[in-house]
């Protein structure tokens, strides 16, 4: 079936790192594939998507590319800022409505 | 543009009691989901919606809980009656279709004591 994998959090930088977290994802078809951000206290808000193979997303310095031969949509920003804590997800979607979301990663950034 | 409300917005309530959320998604959306967060359990949906009729609620845990779409502007979950482990963070989302991204609402606390 359609599946999300993404790295065990959490994961704790400091401010000006570089960030990437790693997502995989098992689908048929040809998914749209998608990161949303959840900021505390907050919902789920979206960070960027890639409709097709080899489009980038990017929002906010941050960015995620469609690779499709390794079925990887890592998400990445050259240099961090406190503001970024938050817990990322990576979803998938293949039709039928139903988006599939990733376990989440919980990302802390410390000046 | 409102985003998609949610209230209430924290819930406290001793088990037995019924609760019902309520959710009201972005206007001219017509899919909505509802979902339920714990740190246990991650992020699980419980039923979606589209043009107001239910198209699978799979993810519903049991049959105390139950959701409604009267119109396209509100939806209900209701849970009847509350337990202690239902205790989690509720949330509403919208997609305006086929493949497009979905909204979130800020999400209901529930607590039940």
């Known amino acids: 079936g359609n599946s999300v994998t993404q790295m065990e959090g959490p994961v704790t930088l400091s401010e000006e790192a570089f960030l990437t977290i790693n997502c995989t994802y098992t689908a048929t078809g040809y998914p749209s594939l998608f990161w949303y951000v959840q900021y505390p206290g907050e919902g789920l808000q979206l960070l960027l998507k890639?409709?097709?193979?080899?489009d980038k997303g990017s929002n906010k310095g941050f960015e995620a590319t469609y690779r499709k031969e390794t079925t990887s949509f890592h998400l990445e920003k050259g240099s961090v800022q406190v503001s970024d804590s938050a817990v990322y997800f990576c979803a998938l979607y293949t039709g039928g409505f139903k988006t599939i979301f990733g376990a989440g990663t919980r990302l802390f950034v410390k000046a | 543009d409102a985003g998609v409300i949610q209230s209430p917005r924290h819930e406290v309530t001793e088990m037995g009691q019924e609760v019902t959320l309520r959710c009201k998604p972005i206007s001219g959306h017509n899919s909505l989901f509802w979902y339920r967060q714990t740190m246990m359990r991650g992020l699980e949906l419980l039923i979606y919606?589209?043009?107001?009729?239910?198209?699978?609620d799979s993810g519903m845990p049991e049959d105390r809980f139950s959701a409604k779409m009267p119109n396209a502007s509100f939806s209900t979950l209701k849970i009847q009656p509350s337990e202690p482990r239902d205790s989690a963070v509720y949330f509403c989302?919208?997609?305006?279709?086929?493949?497009?991204?979905?909204?979130f609402g800020p999400g209901t606390r529930l607590t039940v004591t």
């Open positions: 989302a919208s997609s305006g279709g086929d493949g497009l991204a979905a909204y």
């Open positions: 919606f589209n043009n107001n009729v239910p198209i699978d």
């Open positions: 890639a409709t097709k193979a080899d």
